[in-house]
């Protein structure tokens, strides 16, 4: 496999593909190694179900590298939270914290905003991909959505 310059190896050839494939408004789901990420894939626009060996702030800090958010829409992320009811535990908390750095260190105005886990999940089924990580913490999964790049 070559590297290419500028782009973080993380960036696999397929992953590439789908984030370029991607239109203005298409979600992408990047979840933690628990969600049931192969099953929701075959729902999704491209049935693609993709890997990264990284936790999810890294994971979405190296796509976010690459890929603009939608300023058209009032929220260009959504991270999953618990159900009425539940409390976030102390390791969902300090995931949702630690994706909020790594989304805003490449789109400062991005709004990030908690989604409870069963609308989450209906979600992703309207994703155009799945990307699922080696994140171990729960609530460790985001929805993205794609923006434009001006002329």
Do not use: W
């Amino acid at each position: 496999m070559g590297l290419l310059k500028g782009i973080d190896p993380l960036l696999s050839a397929d992953l590439l593909h789908v984030l370029r494939s991607m239109g203005h408004g298409d979600k992408l789901c990047v979840c933690d190694c628990n969600f049931p990420a192969a099953t929701y894939a075959t729902k999704t626009t491209t049935g693609k179900h993709l890997m990264l060996s990284v936790d999810l702030p890294k994971a979405l800090s190296v796509i976010c590298s690459v890929l603009p958010l939608d300023y058209f829409e009032d929220i260009q992320v959504h991270h999953m939270a618990p159900q009425e009811g539940v409390e976030m535990p102390p390791s969902g908390v300090e995931v949702t914290d630690e994706l909020k750095v790594s989304i805003r260190e490449h789109s400062s105005g991005a709004c990030i905003s908690a989604m409870e886990r069963f609308a989450f999940y209906d979600e992703a089924r309207t994703c155009f991909a799945v990307v699922q990580t080696t994140e171990r913490r729960p609530y460790g999964n985001a929805i993205l959505v794609k923006g434009c790049i001006g002329p």
